[in-house]
């Protein structure tokens, strides 16, 4: 392994532009040491999907991923035979006859994401993104790769990884996952940052935004999140904020730019009203006087 500490994977993960909490390089750093998959749980936008690209950075490892969906079937996810070529090559071939295991060999496989990391030779970041989204039966599926990190090809053979990718499982709990799962994996919920890491974060992901704006919105959204909404803002949203903020030449907040820019934060009409109706001048405040202290 790369890492001989935790300290070291977070240096590479901020190096890589990812400012995790002790919990999340806790977690990737013991599934690395243990080659055991992480399963990330957490709201849309708290950084799943960043965590697994940055980890990736930080090992200089190839990303390879899988974007979950429903419907989503092995012929997709790890490999399936290209018909189209092995028509045209019975075809060139006319008189002479083409042999079973030419047309079944590896020219004529299409290698999807699974197949690709177990079959790889360099370092490989696995990311089975937004696992909730696919059906069950690929959950199960998916289990058999995960506990052996080996394919089977009727055609070909049994491919073995010869080194284990790092995997990254991403949920954002629209469902559970099932137990089988989650005995094979390491878990880690990713909760909303704390408002001096987002504060960090921002700054970092915004770059020449004002400090004192940036404090401010950080304050703002945290308050947001207090509230009791459809769709509480992710880190992605402050971070958009941030950059209408910065691009409208704010250096802070007041009612009047927040009421302009809330859909930048809050992606639905019945949060953006009920805030703009109820909340908007006491966040504002809140948020100000906050972001002084
Ligand atoms: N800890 C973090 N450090 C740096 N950037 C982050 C962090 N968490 C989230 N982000 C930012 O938020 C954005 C959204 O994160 P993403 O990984 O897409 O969320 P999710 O996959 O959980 O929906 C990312 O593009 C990244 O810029
Ligand atoms: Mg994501």
């Not at 177990?118 to 937004?130: A, C, F, M, Q």
């Not at 998916?142 to 394919?151: G, M, R, T, V, Y």
């Not at 049994?158 to 949920?171: C, F, L, M, N, Y």
Request: net charge negative; hydrophobic share 45%.
């Amino acid at each position: 392994m790369r890492f001989r500490t935790i300290d070291e994977l977070e240096d590479a993960l901020r190096e890589a532009e990812y400012l995790p909490d002790r919990g999340l390089s806790t977690a990737l750093f013991l599934s690395l040491a243990l080659e055991k998959p992480l399963l990330l749980e957490g709201e849309a936008g708290v950084g799943k999907t960043e965590a697994a690209k940055a980890l990736a950075a930080a090992l200089e490892a190839h990303l390879i991923r899988l974007q979950c969906y429903e419907g989503l079937d092995v012929a997709h996810a790890v490999y399936e035979w290209n018909y189209p070529r092995q028509l045209l090559h019975i075809r060139a071939a006319q008189e002479g006859t083409v042999s079973e295991a030419e047309l079944f060999g590896p020219d004529f496989l299409i290698r999807r994401p699974l197949l690709e990391a177990i079959d790889s030779d360099g370092p490989v970041v696995l990311l089975i993104d937004e696992l909730d989204r696919a059906d069950e039966e690929f959950e199960a599926f998916l289990l058999e790769i995960l506990s052996d990190f080996q394919i089977t090809i009727p055609e070909i053979g049994t491919i073995k990884a010869r080194r284990r990718p790092a995997v990254v499982v991403t949920s954002n709990r629209t469902r559970d996952l099932h137990d089988a799962l989650k005995r094979r994996t390491l878990y880690h919920w990713i909760g909303h940052p704390g408002m001096e890491r987002e504060l960090e974060i921002v700054k970092l992901r915004v770059p020449g935004v004002p400090e004192r704006l940036a404090a401010e919105a950080a304050a703002f959204v945290r308050g947001l999140r207090g509230l009791e909404l459809a769709k509480p803002p992710g880190v992605a949203e402050t971070i958009d904020w941030a950059h209408a903020l910065a691009a409208l030449g704010r250096q802070e907040l007041d009612a009047e730019v927040v009421e302009q820019t809330l859909g930048s934060v809050l992606k639905y009409r019945e949060d953006i009203e009920a805030v703009r109706d109820v909340a908007l001048a006491r966040l504002v405040e809140e948020a100000r006087a906050t972001a002084r202290s």
